[in-house]
Each structure stands twice: as C-alpha cells, then as structure tokens.
C-alpha cells in the first residue's frame, strides 16, 4: 500500500478540473437559488416559505463549497469570471477570499498536530496540555468547543470569527472581512425595507444561519470524532493525518449534493486540488482511501463526536471535558512526585 508522498503523488491524476463540469454543476446550484427566491418572493404562505428558507440554507452549504476549492485552486483556476462569481460566494457566506485562504492553508498545513492553536479549526490539547491551562483558559476552550458555539456559526465562526477577528489581526490583509459584514447586514435591512423583514429572515437570515450552522458541525465532526488517531507533534506524518485523521462523513447521496461531496474528507485532505466532484471517483479508484473512520448524521454519532473533547494520549482516544477535568482533578503534582 502506498504511504505519504508517493500516495499523494498517485492522487494527482484526479487533480484535474473539468471546467465544463465546474460550470455546469455551478449553474445547477444557481438555478434552484433563484426558483426559491422568486417563490418566497411570490407568497405569504409560511408552510411555503419555511421550507424554500430550509433549501437555501443547504443550497447555501453547496456554493460554499464551491468557493471553498476555487481558494483551493481547484476549480476556476483560468477563469476571471469564475472568480469574480466565488468572491460574490464569500461575501454572501461571510468569509472573504483573503481570510479564507490564510485560515484553511494553515489548517491544511496544520491538521492533527496538536498545538492547541485555534487558527482555522477548533482547537485541540492534550491532556497534559489541558492540566496546564489555567481555569480561564479552560473555560475559553470549553466555549469555543461547545455545541451551541458551533450550532451559532453565523455568528461565533463567521461574524466575529471571520469579519471582526481577522481584521483585528491583520487590516492591511483582511480590510475586506468587515466589509463582507456590513455587506451582509444592509443587503437583510434592505430586503427587510423592501420586501418585507419576513421575506428578509426566509430570504437571508435563516438560510445563512442554517448553512454557518451546519457548515461548522461539519468542519468540527471532520476532525473529531471517535477513532481519530491523533499522533505526536514528532511522529505527525501529512498522509496519515489526511487518512486517519479526518473522517469520511457517511450520508446519502442528497446530502453528500447539498455539502458538495466534503464527507468525503480524508480525500479532500489527502489532496485538496481535486475538484469536489472528483472526491467520490479518487476513493474508489484508490485503495488506500477505502477504509476511512467514519462518522454520521445519526445522533448517536453526533453526541459521540461533541463529546471528543480532549485527546488522552495514553489512552490512544478523545476524552469528553468532565473526564479531563476528572483526570486533571486527580493528577499527582510533579513536586510531589
């Protein structure tokens, strides 16, 4: 079986963009955008609206995706055009090119090692890491990892996350980020103004919340989840991390459409050029790819994926807060040893 670079270099023959494809998938997602909004638009039928707001805010989880691997360089690489549609996409989503592209490099380059950095992904300690925090900063990672932080992305990862944050630390670089949020909100005041604020939360606020909401429970369930096999900073190996280390996220193939084939991350990892569509045809023409650690839409998959919590290296496995607080309660001083 091959192993790091020369897996990787195997994976390249399907890092290949069939621009046709790219445009005809894009125009696909387009489509039903501007059928739902021209229904919701047309009625005041709430058992009409609700559910058109449902299927943009999952719609609105594909076109991320979209505009995720065009930052990726693995669609619209020739195409200004092309480009200029996905900088549309991330000001919609809330997450400019320029912070995207400095924030998910650096998890690509960073996944699984276990820095405690925050930096594009939830952060993850050892527990020997969590023993040393202090109660603050336990109490700041516990929030940051909380269900209903994530379950709020609109607002924790994307509007502080990612407009007021990495502007905060980079303006020259991220000027853009705040203005992505200012966008977004006059866009809801005016269709409110306009249209209505009822149309305005069908047409906006709800989809947009839905697809930040899922979009970071999948980002968070890709990278923790039971049988992770997390490795020492010393022992981390890229390929490893990208097969071990991100699950394959097992949904049907309605919902593998709606995400754009991301459950099929451990290939998206292994070589994040090819092209979304292309993940599925790489699994299954590549053997190594074919035994990924699985996780689920089903609650008991869900629960067991918020409660990786902290990765006990002894023990091999992620361990929920209570038992690292547990372990970290009776843990034998240094001194005292």
């Known amino acids: ?80 055009f092309g480009g200029a549609v996905m900088s549309a996409v991330g000001f919609y989503t809330l997450s400019v090119t320029s912070v995207w592209r400095e ?43 909380h269900p209903l932080t994530i379950a709020l992305g609109l607002f924790t990862t994307f509007f502080i996350g990612f407009c007021y944050a990495a502007f905060r630390r980079d303006p020259k670089q991220h000027w853009a980020a705040p203005v992505s949020g200012i966008v977004w909100i006059a866009i809801f005041v005016a269709l409110g103004l306009t249209a209505g604020w009822g149309d305005a939360v069908w047409l906006w606020m709800l989809p947009c919340a839905l697809h930040a909401g899922l979009g970071s429970y999948l980002f968070y369930a890709q ?34 459409w709606f995400t754009g084939n991301i459950g099929f991350h451990h290939v998206h990892h292994l070589n994040h050029r090819i092209p979304f569509y292309r993940l599925p045809e790489a699994m299954a023409g590549m053997p190594e790819l074919q035994d990924p650690i699985r996780t689920s839409w089903r609650l008991e998959d869900i629960r067991a994926a918020l409660a990786c919590s902290v990765w006990d290296a002894e023990a091999g496995r992620m361990i929920s807060f209570a038992e690292a607080d547990a372990a970290a309660a009776t843990a ?6």
């Open 223 to 256: 990278h923790n989840f039971p049988g992770i096999e997390l490795r020492g900073r010393r022992e981390w190996e890229y390929s490893h991390a990208a097969l071990r280390c991100s699950s394959m996220f097992d949904m049907s193939p309605m919902m593998h």
């Open 1 to 80: 079986m091959r192993v790091g670079a020369e897996l990787v270099r195997a994976s390249q023959v399907y890092a290949k963009e069939d621009v046709g494809m790219t445009w005809r998938l894009l125009l696909g997602t387009l489509a039903p955008v501007v059928a739902l909004w021209a229904l919701v638009l047309s009625t005041d039928l709430w058992w009409l609206e609700l559910p058109s707001s449902v299927l943009l805010g999952l719609i609105g989880v594909r076109l991320f995706i979209f505009f995720h691997d065009y930052c990726h360089d693995a669609i619209f690489t020739d195409s200004k």
């Open 332 to 337: 034998v001083p240094a001194a005292a040893k």
């Open 103 to 145: 924030t998910h490099n650096y998890h690509h380059r960073n996944n699984a090692k276990l820095t405690g950095s925050a930096i594009g992904s939830y952060p993850t300690v050892t527990l020997a890491m969590y023993r040393g925090l202090s109660v603050n900063d336990r109490r700041k990672l516990k929030a940051i990892r």
